[in-house]
């Protein structure tokens, strides 16, 4: 059963800390991406990669920080510098020889800081 | 800088009612139109994907079609059930690794 799995599904953290959320894909899929929704705004990139080892700012990077050592996995940590981090996070993924450019999403990650 | 919009931003209709959905982006010059449906707390999922070449595509009850030149795109839903009831957004890729994302519209199907 192919798809993209985000643990945990609702997270709690105290202002301050840092908390790491996870993104892992079976799809064998070279790119994946995250995302930050707010309600009523679309959704913003904070990062991509392309490729294990290797990975770029998205519009909305600051505060974040990302890791991708392995193909499946890309986990986001939101640091403490990030102002405003309660927020809906969605990972994605795309298989770059998929000329179709089309992403596909996991189930998501609802972040609440107080 | 490519923006894309999202009208009306909340939709009511009684079950049955054919129904359209908008989108708006201010450059032409993009790859593809991508259409997903979220239902609350819920990840994405992709209902239609137009190429930038072609003009509509179709899927069961929905339909969606591209104007490039107007930058406009419709996603049209017939017979409208309660189960359709969800957030619809659109989101056009503008370069090779660059998809800007509307902010949806939340449609209600009353029964």
């Known amino acids: 059963d192919g798809g993209i799995t985000q643990s945990p599904k609702y997270l709690f953290r105290k202002e301050g800390q840092n908390v790491t959320l996870s993104c892992e894909q079976n799809?064998?899929?070279?790119?994946m991406y995250w995302y930050r929704q707010d309600p009523g705004q679309g959704l913003r990139l904070i990062y991509y990669s392309q490729i294990v080892n290797d990975f770029q700012k998205g519009d909305i990077a600051e505060g974040y920080s990302v890791s991708r050592e392995k193909k499946e996995s890309f986990p986001l940590t939101v640091t403490s510098a990030q102002k405003n981090p309660t927020a809906f996070y969605l990972c994605?993924?795309?298989?770059?020889?998929?000329?179709?450019?089309?992403?596909?999403f996991g189930p998501g990650t609802r972040l609440t800081v107080t | 800088k490519q923006e894309v919009t999202q009208i009306p931003a909340a939709l009511s209709v009684p079950e049955g009612e054919n129904l359209v959905l908008n989108c708006s982006f201010t450059d032409s010059a993009i790859y593809n139109l991508q259409w997903f449906r979220q239902d609350p707390g819920k990840g994405l999922t992709s209902l239609l994907l137009i190429q930038s070449s072609q003009r509509e595509q179709t899927s069961g009850r929905l339909n969606a079609s591209l104007d490039k030149s107007s930058g406009r795109s419709t996603l049209y839903i017939a017979a409208s059930q309660p189960g359709d009831s969800a957030t619809y957004l659109c989101?056009?890729?503008?370069?090779?690794?660059?998809?800007?994302f509307g902010p949806g519209t939340s449609l209600s199907v009353i029964p």
């Open positions: 989101a056009v890729k503008t370069s090779y690794d660059k998809v800007i």
């Open positions: 994605a993924s795309r298989d770059l020889a998929d000329l179709s450019y089309e992403q596909y």
């Open positions: 799809l064998n899929h070279d790119a």
